[in-house]
């Protein structure tokens, strides 16, 4: 059977990739502030932290 998605997505990324570091660095911020203000609500929510996570990978 093909899939579209591999089962675990960081399985694509190798041990030393920067993105893993993006990762980490993103885990261990106290973003408490930002999760006071979140609401969880609406349409199609997302963790803040993932999106923290995208934003600092695109930028």
């Known amino acids: 059977m093909d899939l579209l998605f591999p089962f675990r997505l960081d399985e ?3 041990s030393d990739a920067p993105v893993r570091l ?6 261990e911020l106290d973003i408490s502030p930002l999760l ?9 929510v997302y963790y803040p932290r993932m999106l923290l996570k ?6």
Not at 22 to 27: A, F, K, L, M, Y
Not at 36 to 44: A, D, E, F, N
């Open 36 to 44: 006071s203000t979140y609401k969880g609500s609406g349409c199609l």
């Open 12 to 14: 694509n990324f190798s």
């Open 54 to 59: 995208v934003l600092f990978w695109k930028n």
């Open 22 to 27: 993006v990762n980490q660095i993103v885990d």
